[in-house]
């Protein structure tokens, strides 16, 4: 069972979309709440910090609040 619970973690991680990869396009098709200027901003901000650490500090965009971020965590990532 453990090789299953495995695969399936595996799997999810695969699916999601990575916040210090993903295209402004790509961002804003996938995120909730996030158009194609706020993905901009996504990225301006995460090549001004050499990449994003941690996901909290997608609230360090202006238009991302609490909200927005609880509802993307299950669809995004940090590789």
């Known amino acids: 069972m ?3 619970t495995q695969a399936a973690e595996t799997s999810a991680k695969e699916t999601l979309l990575d916040i210090n990869t993903a295209t402004a396009a790509e961002l804003s ?3 909730i709440g996030v158009g ?3 993905a901009e901003e996504i990225i301006k901000l995460r090549e ?3 990449g994003y650490t941690e996901l909290e500090q997608l ?3 202006k238009g991302i609040g609490l909200k927005t971020l ?3 965590k299950a ?3 940090i590789n």
């Open 29 to 31: 098709a996938v995120m």
């Open 70 to 72: 609880e509802k993307n």
């Open 2 to 4: 453990a090789v299953y």
């Open 36 to 38: 194609v200027k706020r």
């Open 75 to 77: 669809l995004i990532r």
């Open 59 to 61: 609230l360090d965009v």
């Open 48 to 50: 001004q910090l050499g």
